[in-house]
């Protein structure tokens, strides 16, 4: 494996580490200040946005220009996967317990390996197989075969937060052809951004924002966009440069892993199950990353 390439492996596993944590945000932003869904979307996606922009601004103007022809790209990215997955991933995680959203999201690696399969001509490896049933059965052990309430809401919202996700490594796969992770990363939060902003209720989400103690309700928000939003994607979106997209959604993982550490940490109970299932995702990761004379993507 190229230094790149593993380089990139790692950011993609600290990518799911950090998301991995979202869950506390969510809660603490709806049951302590009544936030919705899309309002803790909007919150986190404008601070996000303005660091992406400011960076790039900074770094390289230039970076701001894209091409016409890319543009409805953009926007797919911006809507479908950031602003459409987030909403179902919160509103998952509003629905059911975090390890069980946690579970839906990661159908994920599956919708991906067959887009890259047809769109990137990645091949579907045995190697590849292994790692992705090792991986959603561990995830399926770590929920607990999902336990806890479960409504349909929560099971469709659940999904689409899977397909959303897994679009967002096709999607950024094509334009880092030609564009660098953090003028991707830039344009698709600001899409994302605007489309919160006209879904959220912002006069009630202003509202809130002010009745709420200034520095208790800041500091959630500004730690939930920089911990769940601003590095991870950056980290995600670079990893994407020198890892294909079906192995970086296998890798990502590791998410429902950390989730379930955390909700146990929160009192959610450890069982033999959920050992195993954390043992078979990073048994997932570590196959994945095994070391091969064959190249993934076909010439």
Not at 56 to 81: E, H, I, N, Y
Not at 129 to 152: P, Y
Request: charged fraction near 10%; proline fraction near 3%; hydrophobic fraction near 55%.
């Amino acid at each position: 494996m190229e230094k790149s390439e593993k380089l990139g492996t790692l950011q993609i596993l600290l990518s799911g580490t950090l998301w991995g944590s979202m869950g506390i945000f969510v809660h603490a932003l709806s049951d302590d200040f009544g936030l919705t869904s899309m309002q803790i979307a909007c919150a986190r996606f404008t601070l996000a946005t303005l660091a992406f922009a400011a960076i790039l601004f900074f770094k390289d103007k230039s970076a701001f220009k894209v091409r016409l022809r890319d543009v409805p790209l953009f926007f797919a990215t911006g809507l479908v996967s950031v602003l459409a997955f987030s909403w179902c991933y919160f509103t998952a995680i509003q629905q059911m317990t975090m390890s069980m959203a946690a579970i839906l999201l990661y159908t994920s690696p599956i919708w991906v390996m067959l887009l890259s399969a047809v769109l990137f001509k990645e091949k579907i490896t045995a190697k590849k197989i292994v790692a992705l049933v090792l991986a959603f059965g561990g995830c399926v052990c770590v929920s607990g075969g999902g336990g806890g309430k479960m409504t349909l809401l929560g099971l469709l919202t659940g999904l689409g937060a899977g397909l959303g996700y897994g679009l967002y490594s096709i999607f950024s796969t094509f334009l880092l052809r030609r564009y660098s992770p953090l003028t991707v990363t830039t344009y698709a939060f600001a899409i994302g951004t605007i489309g919160a902003w006209i879904l959220c209720d912002p006069a009630d989400l202003i509202a809130k924002v002010t009745a709420a103690p200034p520095v208790s309700i800041g500091f959630w928000i500004v730690a939930c966009s920089i911990v769940t939003e601003f590095f991870p994607y950056l980290m995600f979106t670079n990893g994407l440069r020198s890892v294909p997209a079906s192995r970086a959604a296998i890798i990502a993982t590791i998410e429902p892993v950390v989730a379930t550490i955390i909700g146990i940490l929160r009192g959610e109970p450890m069982t033999f199950f959920v050992a195993v299932g954390v043992v078979a995702v990073i048994s997932a990761i570590l196959v994945l990353n095994i070391q091969s004379k064959q190249k993934e993507v076909a010439k």
